[in-house]
């Protein structure tokens, strides 16, 4: 069983930043440009989420916390 499921910074940090900074700008730009970017946006939070399962974590429920975490950072928290 999981024994810790907190968050710390580390692997997949930064490529969680790029990915919430293009999603957060894509909502800025009409048309297909939208989809492209938010597309490449999902992209890069493929390398957080191979770091969760190959730890054996459950990849959708730590991925939804750092999500929040660069939120609250963005928001001067």
């Known amino acids: ?3 810790n499921d907190s ?4 692997g997949g ?3 969680m930043e790029l990915s919430k900074y293009l ?3 894509s909502r800025t730009i009409p048309g297909k ?3 492209l970017i938010g597309a490449y946006a999902k992209a890069l939070e493929i390398i957080p989420r191979q770091l969760c399962d190959n ?3 459950d990849a959708t429920n730590i991925l939804n916390k750092l999500r929040a975490k660069h939120a609250q950072v ?4």
């Open 23 to 25: 999603r957060d700008y």
């Open 7 to 10: 968050v710390v910074a580390g």
């Open 1 to 3: 069983s999981l024994q």
């Open 13 to 15: 940090a930064i490529e």
């Open 33 to 35: 440009q939208q989809l």
């Open 55 to 57: 730890a054996g974590f």
């Open 74 to 77: 963005g928001q001067g928290a």
